[in-house]
């Protein structure tokens, strides 16, 4: 049964009050494929009794199922591939030589889905700067969804995930195999600290960064929300520190104050000086 | 010589695998990157295509094949030095860690576990620096 336009306006209610995002009128089939299964657990007979039941209920927690699956993007190892080319042959070399002295890196990575974006970063950093490991490294992913931390705090994926995008060889090396599903090794999952962050409300204090990813996300947030978390991101970024978007995102006509720079195919953006 | 300029050559793939099937749909995916597509149905059929053709960009190979295995073929190619930039795509139902293992250091550049999507292989090739 198709989504009815009222009902779908409780969706988007709901999505922007709790995680100001914009679902644009034509994702209909979104809420379709998305929340289907949310229907099913909650009981419910279609994705239509589902909204109605979190419309009636504010404050049942089937709620928060909603705005997971709603916010929950699909990721891979090494999506793009580029940035984290950008990332080995300039941006951590440019780091390591202007934090020589005190020998600090700290990393965000936004909104991790289900880890592989922050775990690429973590294994790029594992196999070409062994020196880090006599750095003080704080790297921090987050993402709003509980449930998609308490699976990137598991680090344990199917055989299709680690099909795409992980190069063979890291797979023999960061990875065990446990039954069909193949589960990082502590090493890798030690690097990185999960925490729940809402990107529309305010960052939880932490130090100054010096490289954060925030890629393929600001799409789904309304211009002014956009510009809010952009200009927060270099307040918490430090002077000379680097910034990834997605592929096809950019700060350009939401945050001026930004340099782009460009690292063979990978745009990287800086706060202007 | 006839002083023009020669054509650039479009890059060649060889796909190895005994199912008709795998190797249609394999085709398919390398044709739509401009690959110029070759077969063979073991690692035996594949060696003497190679020597053919004088030579492959890139090749998808199947482990489990009749006459000779994937892992044979590897270790055979990889003896001659004028094939060491050919790229080498183990295509398989082989999923544990052992065989992955085995792959590389026979010299394979990667490795896809079927089943498999369009995507993955497009993945790996981009990450084997095998993408035409």
């Known amino acids: ?273 | 010589m006839s002083g023009e300029q020669p054509q650039a050559r479009r890059p060649r793939a060889l796909v190895i695998d005994d199912s008709r099937a795998v190797r249609s749909i394999i085709r398919q995916i390398l044709a739509e990157l401009s690959f110029e597509v070759h077969e063979a149905e073991d690692g035996a059929a594949a060696l003497k295509k190679v020597q053919e053709l004088g030579g492959v960009d890139l090749a998808t190979v199947d482990w489990n094949m009749p006459v000779m295995d994937g892992l044979q073929f590897v270790h055979e190619l990889r003896k001659h030095p004028e094939h060491a930039r050919t790229c080498l795509v183990m295509v398989t139902t082989e999923t544990d860690m052992d065989h992955v293992r085995r792959a590389l250091e026979a010299g394979a550049d990667e490795f896809v576990m079927k089943p498999f999507t369009k995507e993955v292989i497009l993945g790996k090739l981009d990450i084997a620096g095998g993408a035409g």
């Not at chain 1, 916010?71 to 999506?79: G, K, L």
């Open chain 1, 1 to 273: 049964m198709p989504i009815e336009p009222a009902d779908f306006a409780i969706l988007q209610g709901l999505v922007s009050r709790h995680a100001a995002i914009v679902l644009e009128p034509g994702k209909e089939y979104l809420a379709e494929t998305r929340l289907g299964p949310v229907a099913r657990g909650a009981g419910c007979a279609s994705v239509t009794e589902l909204l109605r039941k979190v419309d009636s209920d504010p404050r049942s927690p089937i709620v928060g199922k909603v705005v997971e699956a709603m916010t929950t993007n699909e990721t891979s190892f090494f999506r793009d591939i580029h940035p984290f080319e950008a990332l080995r042959t300039t941006v951590v070399p440019e780091i390591l030589k202007a934090r020589a002295a005190e020998r600090t890196l700290n990393l965000w990575c936004a909104a991790a889905s289900s880890g592989q974006e922050p775990y690429s970063v973590a294994m790029t950093l594992l196999e070409h700067f062994p020196e880090l490991r006599h750095w003080k490294v704080r790297f921090v992913a987050s993402d709003i969804a509980p449930s998609m931390l308490a699976r990137c705090r598991e680090g344990r994926y199917s055989q299709l995930e680690v099909n795409r995008g992980l190069p063979a060889k890291l797979l023999v090396k960061y990875f065990d195999k446990h039954g069909a599903e193949w589960l990082l090794k502590p090493e890798v999952r030690s690097m990185v600290e999960f925490v729940e962050v809402n990107l529309s409300r305010p960052f939880p204090a932490w130090p100054p960064m010096d490289i954060v990813f925030m890629r393929n996300v600001l799409i789904y947030f309304s211009l002014e929300t956009k510009r809010d978390i952009l200009r927060r991101v270099r307040r918490q970024l430090r002077p000379d520190g680097w910034f990834f978007l997605g592929g096809s995102e950019s700060t350009l006509n939401v945050d001026d104050k930004w340099t782009r720079v460009q690292v063979d195919k990978t745009s990287i953006y800086r706060p202007a000086p």
